[in-house]
């Protein structure tokens, strides 16, 4: 019977040690939906769990997005920090639940911090425990790292060349503003996906469209709840 997950070599990014860490297999990614924001719930196990990998020799957290060649000082930068005080006895080579998982988010979410990693890697790990909260129903926790996630895409936007023309990013800054409730700011990001003429991503321009009609549609459901509750005063 063929297993879920499999194990595969790797090489720590920063202390060079080999290591092993589990993947799931293809066959077994099966997606039951996906939200609005790119949270995907999968049936039995899900791959987000795997992501991130752990070195047990320093405890450096990496997931293949990391920049693959780190310089001498941001290895020292990280031994120094972390690494020399790594003493976990957690084995993160296996099966992984929901806690091990957020454990191993939120080392890859230090350890990107300390090294300086890129803004968008950094936004990434971040929305990725804002979904492992949503998963657990956790919605305040959520909230706080989709805030966090926010800041981090906007940075990307406003810093990183290659990702101030990207479509998917912008419909992403937009979402996140709705769904933290900022519908002025969300329209401004739909909109912009929208009527950019030089975008042809129309998977993303259709998205927008739809995001912004469940925008007018909750404003709508606000006002007509304020006046409700003007007119029992």
Known sequence: MVEPLYRVKVTCLCCESAFETSKVRPSFKKVIKTDTDFCTYYKDINPDYYVVRVCPSCGFSFTESFSQNLLPAQKKQYLDAIGSKWQSKRDYSGERDAAMAMETFKLALITG???????????SILHHIAWMYRREGKTEEERRFLEYALDAYVRVFETDREASNSARLMYLIGELNRRLGRFNEAVRWFSRV??????MDAAMIRASREQWQIIREEMDA????????????
């Open 194 to 199: 929208v009527h950019d003429h030089s975008i």
């Open 222 to 233: 606000e006002k007509k709840l304020a006046s409700s509750s003007d007119s029992d005063l």
């Open 113 to 123: 911090q300390t090294v300086g990693e890129k803004e968008r890697v950094i936004a």
